[in-house]
């Protein structure tokens, strides 16, 4: 797909839509895009788009000819497109994480007060992420910019809605210097695609169960033959009955609280005939939330106002752990399965998500050096040392997102788990038996050899 300023859907930089080559920035490109989000903020916030004003940053800075002269002499051609193009911001905060484009004064402020090649393209908004605010900083002879707080892609979490534009008047869980912008702890969108990936999995798998003459991976037409079973399948109106992993009255009696958690184990199709949904992990019963493990937990008096979305078991082995899985304040339980475990979420701080989940197993990942995390380094990889990868086995680490460049401390998302292991069962990977998926945990050591590494690999969008 060829970049076309008309069409929306080639701005992104996508698989489908590569970096174009270009003479220092693609300021057509950065300047729809910066464009794009600042409408998205200007119009959840109840603004109609034709009365956004479109003042550029170039006509509200640069007023007279002498400013003309030099900062057309000071920066790139291709930066100064950019700002000729990019409409200033007309409310409050441009993004969740940047306030705006810096204006003349501010470029060299900072880290850069002697000036040079790199500048302070976009102020960051009063978030305590790091020691400082330098915000996105370009530099003038490579074109390439960066985040020096760790956040970049911002229309990712725009389109994902795991950023919002709150309607003014509405109450907002973020912190007001990031108004209208809120990070939520999880979004209608993360919450779908959990529940799609899931309902993808178990269909596969029933698919599979009915029709044992499929073999996806020795036959590729299989594979088409499955996703037509599966879609006729989840075509197919779901009663009540048929929805909901655990049943509500359980899930009451548990004090499972009102959140992405309770949402997924409601809306999700009930699985017919199946007990294993990867290898060695079974899917839980109402018997796992009567009680669930940390039902009679007693917070730290340090935790008492917190929000708490406590860990819960969503796959798990027979495997019982012999020392702890989980940190503070988790240390004392002990003897609980190995497997797929939602993580604690505390949901009255901001950047904490609900949706995050870890998979725990008996074994280290990495010492052989093939298994990776989300941002394509190794597990065990100290990215310290500046020679040789010398990775080190891990405990819990796969499916891991190493450095999360769009947003700080969120782990794995339990859509894209749950999609990964539906591809796999998909794709043939994994065999198919009366219960559902075969094989034990110990097939997941799969993850760190060199044929079949890639396959565990999560790819997130950010």
Known sequence: MTFSIEDQLTWRVTLENPIREADGMDWKRCASLHNLITQLGWTSLGNSETEMPRSTWWQANITNESLEEEWSRSLSPSLKLFLQAAYETPHENFFYYVSGLNGPSRFYAGLHEQGGTVLSLYQMTNLNLSGHRDGLNFNLETSRAIFCSD?????????????????????????VECTPWELVPYSEHDLAHAVNSFNNLTARVECLIEDPSLSPLENPDDQNRLLEACTAKLNLPASAEELGLIPRDVLDSAAIPEGFIREFLLQVRRPKNIKYVAPGLRLPTPGDFTPHPFQNFRQPDKMEYDDAALPLPLSISGIQSTKPLFGYPFREASSLGYGLWMEYCNKATHHTFEDTCRLYLPFNTGANAFARLTDDSLIGENQEDHGMASPNGRENELYQPGYCHCIPWHGPQLGNVLELWSNLVGLGEWKIGEEGVLGGIEKLREADTEEHSHKYQIFAEW
């Open 151 to 175: 956040i970049l892609d911002s229309l990712a979490t725009t389109n994902g809605r795991k950023v919002i534009a709150k309607v003014e008047g509405t109450s907002t869980k973020g912190p």
